[in-house]
């Protein structure tokens, strides 16, 4: 069964601490994106990896940086977590193809206190 | 603006009865993909259906299909015999592009949510 694995379900940070989300997926997918998901906002997107190494910003950006250094793997990391970032992040990763979605992990819900 | 608008935040079904969740975008590109997902309580976001805007015939996945009218850049999404395990939230999204590396970001719309009674 095809995965993408998010590290942690809850998390539980204070203000001001580096925080790591990490992504792993094990379909070989080249695209990995990183959404925070929002209640009456929807998804939107942070950042995202089309190769190893490789990154664009999304919409969002702002407080978030990612690192891709193997393909299976695509980390986001907040600098210095504050209150506004408190969210349910969302993993997910795709093979490029036309019909293809993406495939998502379970999700992080990130509490910054 | 909103790429993808749904308009209804929150909609009822009996069980067994069809529902339609609504969903129009906004584009210039001729090349587009419309997505919908559903997400249970659970939190994973679930793959449900796809539609090409060069597919002429509206695409159909067991009870989902989806009615796309590109003419009104709608795409809407129908569940037919709802069952009680549909309660979720349901988003529609649309990638723009032919599929390219870079190009295959997803907009989502900000979602609605299904409550399926017995």
């Known amino acids: 069964d095809v995965k993408v694995t998010q590290s942690s379900r809850y998390l539980v940070k204070r203000t001001g601490e580096k925080v790591f989300l990490e992504c792993v997926q094990d379909?070989?997918?080249?695209?990995m994106f990183w959404y925070r998901q929002d209640p009456g906002l929807g998804l939107r997107l942070i950042y995202f990896?089309?190769?190893?190494?490789?990154?664009e910003k999304g919409d969002i950006p702002e407080g978030y940086s990612v690192s891709r250094e193997k393909k299976e793997r695509f980390s986001l990391i907040l600098e210095s977590a504050s209150t506004n970032q408190t969210s349910m992040y969302l993993c997910?990763?795709?093979?490029?193809?036309?019909?293809?979605?993406?495939?998502f992990g379970s999700g992080t819900r990130l509490t910054v206190v | 603006a909103q790429k993808i608008t749904q308009t209804q935040p929150g909609m009822f079904v009996q069980e067994k009865e069809a529902v339609t969740l609504d969903c129009t975008y906004d584009?210039?590109?001729?090349?587009?993909?419309l997505f919908w997902y559903k997400q249970p309580s659970s939190g994973e976001m679930i793959f449900l259906i796809y539609?090409?805007?060069?597919?002429?015939q509206n695409a159909t996945e067991g009870r989902y299909s989806l009615n796309f009218q590109k003419a009104r850049k709608s795409a809407n999404l129908v569940i037919s015999a709802s069952q009680l395990g549909d309660s979720a939230m349901y988003f529609c999204?649309?990638?723009?592009?032919?599929?390219?590396?870079?190009?295959?970001?997803?907009?989502f719309g900000t979602g609605t949510r299904l409550l399926v009674s017995p």
């Open positions: 539609q090409g805007s060069y597919d002429e």
């Open positions: 584009t210039s590109d001729q090349s587009y993909g």
């Open positions: 997910a990763s795709s093979s490029g193809g036309e019909n293809y979605g993406y495939t």
């Open positions: 999204a649309m990638r723009e592009g032919r599929g390219n590396t870079g190009f295959q970001k997803l907009v």
């Open positions: 990896s089309y190769d190893v190494k490789m990154k």
């Open positions: 379909m070989d997918h080249e695209n």
